[in-house]
């Protein structure tokens, strides 16, 4: 009997799906006109998210890029993502394209999942709104000269984070401890939160938060999806918090003006003279945080990695012989 009904939810599915996929797709064929580039949507709704999914949790992301640039075009492809249509650009070629022609041929976009992780942005004015607003407000914050000041501190984070999580290790994991440090020095850089206890409170939920972001968008209890909006509430309750604290102490005069990146966005208004509200803020630095995180951390897995691989650069490095250039500008 329950195999019976098994089988019966199967077909239900299966035909919820074949319907979807021609009223949904077979209709809106015609409408293309020729123009759309190589490649298949899969799926409706789910398109080919799974198994995008899927070489990732295998350890090979790559592979669905790589098979749909032998299939299909080695310049451009479409698929589905995520419950959003694509255009995946690659090679150099590609990414100068994207890059060298940002808000004139084409315009930074984030999927609409995103505005259910960070609602309040979303309240009055899109996520990609937001973003341009964020772009013509922390300019002035990372300008060469204010760079230079965070030098000392990165370097102090930097040698405690070795001191806690490297030294005396026979073997260590990379990945999560280089994941670590750049949360604990964003953490530092944007809030002025040093205490590695305070840091590892808001380190889970975010983790739940970054990975489930870049998930199928079924908002749902035990879906990863759903366990980041929780998330999302969770941190964004404890940076209002935090916000409200240094409101009293930028009044009081117990904090600095320049001292992070909250302090300047509690101070800076828009063109019209506005200030952000405090929700607004805690989106904004959760979304900075994300915005640095696995990039950051998979940027220095892989020095380590192929520092590994060439025992002659290592060296170098060790002994303090190779010199490293930093351009501010």
């Excluded at 590609?94 to 022609?101: E, W």
């Excluded at 040093?194 to 968008?217: R, T, Y």
């Excluded at 102490?249 to 300047?264: C, R, V, Y």
Aim: proline share 5%; aromatic share 12%.
């Amino acid at each position: 009997m329950e195999l019976f009904y098994v089988s019966l939810l199967c077909l239900f599915v299966l035909l919820v799906s074949l319907s979807l996929h021609f009223l949904f797709y077979k209709n809106k064929s015609g409408l293309s006109g020729g123009s759309l580039p190589p490649g298949r949507t899969g799926w409706p709704v789910v398109g080919e998210s799974l198994e995008f999914l899927s070489t990732g949790w295998k350890g090979h992301p790559e592979k669905f890029i790589f098979d749909r640039m032998a299939k299909y075009s080695s310049t451009v492809f479409r698929t589905s993502l995520l419950g959003e249509k694509a255009a995946v650009f690659c090679g150099a070629s590609g990414n100068k394209f994207l890059f060298s022609n940002e808000n004139k041929l084409v315009q930074a976009w984030w999927p609409a999942s995103v505005d259910k992780v960070f609602p309040s942005s979303s309240a009055a004015s899109s996520s990609k709104e937001e973003a341009i607003k964020m772009r013509k407000m922390l300019p002035g914050f990372f300008k060469p000269e204010a760079l230079k000041q965070y030098v000392g501190i990165m370097d102090h984070i930097t040698r405690r984070h070795f001191a806690a999580g490297w030294d005396n290790k026979d073997e260590v994991v990379v990945f999560p401890l280089a994941k670590r440090y750049t949360f604990w020095l964003a953490c530092r850089l944007f809030l002025s939160i040093e205490d590695p206890n305070h840091v590892a409170k808001f380190a889970d939920p975010f983790d739940l938060l970054a990975s489930g972001l870049i998930s199928v968008p079924i908002d749902l209890p035990g879906t990863p999806f759903h366990r980041a909006i929780k998330a999302s509430n969770f941190i964004r309750k404890e940076l209002h918090a935090i916000i409200k604290q240094r409101k009293i102490d930028l009044a009081e005069g117990k904090a600095s003006p320049t001292q992070d990146i909250l302090s300047h966005m509690l101070l800076t208004s828009d063109e019209d003279g506005k200030f952000m509200a405090e929700l607004d803020i805690a989106d904004k630095i959760l979304g900075l945080l994300i915005g640095g995180h696995d990039t950051a951390s998979s940027a220095c897995t892989f020095i380590v990695k192929y520092l590994a691989e060439l025992p002659e650069i290592y060296e170098g490095v060790r002994k303090g012989k190779l010199s490293l250039h930093i351009n501010l500008t």
